[in-house]
């Protein structure tokens, strides 16, 4: 049918190990969003195999748009561009994604539209907004980034500060693995501290009280790898690992994570004197992190806008940016490639 409530596109998403595509109106309404996980191909190596993630993504990625076609009710004839993700991820497979797009660009004869995947993460806020946000303190959470943004409008997001080591989301990977939590880290975590005591163990906040807008949490990780095995060349006997024991150490990780996450926000906030704060990423859904997000934005007077839980983890739905982009007249010809790889603050 065509669709006659406005012009739609289709989105595509695989900037990692989630095969994602969705249908957008151009008023940023999500008319379908298909997400196919990988999780339980990459379940045995405690975190995601690139090339595993980028061979998964092949015959996953036509099904994947097939059925988000037909749950928003469109067919190829309607879309009026087609978005893909990019930037930033790994080479492999963004390439699966960007060869899919490209080969409807052409053969649909519309836009082309690149999208940075972190900047959609941030876009999510003000689709849950509902309206305009900017200028904005923007935090993107994830497995691969943990960045810092002053979101001067939609198209305009300066990166000031990023992890010079582990991301934030990868270290809850990395730490669910020292703990023998399955993976994802992430929900293995947030479900294992629930039962435990924050205060347990007193775990470094690195750059918590430095003015420096960057995180670190890869010797917060070696903390608890040393508090769970022994510190390296000490005799000194490691006490048994418990439940209670490990939900101790689950809770007094998470909980040093997320001061420093809302402590830099505040920060940034408080340097850039804007009113409102937007985070996304895929932990950006971890509650302990939204409970004391609100609390400091009450404190301090502020908006805060999370990211829906759908719009968390990575999704094609966040793309409806490209409708922002196509406005602008940001669109790529059939030569576009890829840029892999993190995003890093230029020193």
């Given at each position: 049918m065509v669709c006659e409530d406005g012009r739609v596109l289709l989105a595509i998403e695989s900037s990692c190990d989630e095969t994602a595509a969705a249908?957008?109106?151009?008023?940023?309404t999500v008319l379908s969003s298909i997400v196919s996980s990988q999780?339980?191909?990459?379940?045995?190596?405690?975190?995601?195999?690139?090339e595993i993630a980028s061979r998964a993504h092949v015959p996953r990625i036509l099904p994947v748009i097939d059925e988000a076609l037909k749950k928003a009710d469109v067919e190829l004839a309607d879309l009026s561009a087609i978005a893909v993700a990019t930037e930033p991820g790994l080479v492999g497979s963004l390439l699966v994604g960007l060869t899919a797009a490209k080969s409807l660009a052409l053969?649909?004869?519309?836009?082309?539209?690149?999208?940075?995947?972190?900047?959609?993460?941030?876009?999510?806020?003000?689709?849950?907004?509902?309206?305009?946000i900017f200028p904005a303190v923007g935090l993107v959470v994830s497995g691969g980034h943990s960045n810092l943004y002053f979101c001067k409008s939609a198209l305009k997001f300066e990166l000031i500060g990023s992890t010079i080591d582990d991301a934030a989301g990868e270290a809850f990977d990395k730490v669910a693995n020292i703990l023998k939590l399955p993976y994802p880290g992430g929900p293995s975590i947030e479900s294992a501290a629930r039962d435990g005591d924050p205060k347990a163990f007193a775990f470094p906040r690195?750059?918590?009280?430095?003015?420096?807008?960057?995180?670190?949490?890869?010797?917060?990780?070696?903390?608890?790898?040393?508090?769970?095995?022994?510190t390296p060349g000490s005799h000194k006997p490691v006490p048994a690992m418990t439940d209670q024991r490990r939900a101790d150490v689950a809770a007094s990780f998470?909980?040093?994570v997320v001061d420093v996450l809302v402590g830099k926000a505040r920060q940034t906030l408080q340097k850039y004197a804007v009113q409102t704060l937007?985070?996304?990423?895929?932990?950006?859904?971890?509650?302990?992190l939204r409970v004391r997000l609100e609390e400091m934005a009450e404190e301090i007077q502020v908006e805060l806008i999370v990211a829906p839980m759908e719009f968390c983890t990575d999704n094609a739905g966040m793309a409806a940016?490209?409708?922002?982009?196509?406005?602008?007249?940001r669109v790529a010809e059939l030569d576009l490639d890829v840029t892999p790889g993190l995003v890093r603050k230029r020193k």
């Open positions: 249908v957008i109106r151009d008023d940023f999780a339980d191909l990459h379940k045995r190596f405690g975190g995601v195999v690139p053969a649909l004869d519309v836009p082309l539209i690149p999208v940075n995947h972190i900047e959609a993460h941030l876009f999510a806020c003000r689709m849950a907004a509902g309206k305009d690195t750059f918590l009280r430095d003015d420096r807008l960057e995180f670190s949490f890869s010797g917060l990780k070696t903390s608890v790898l040393y508090k769970v095995q022994g998470q909980e040093a937007c985070v996304g990423g895929g932990v950006a859904a971890n509650s302990r940016i490209a409708w922002e982009l196509l406005r602008a007249g």
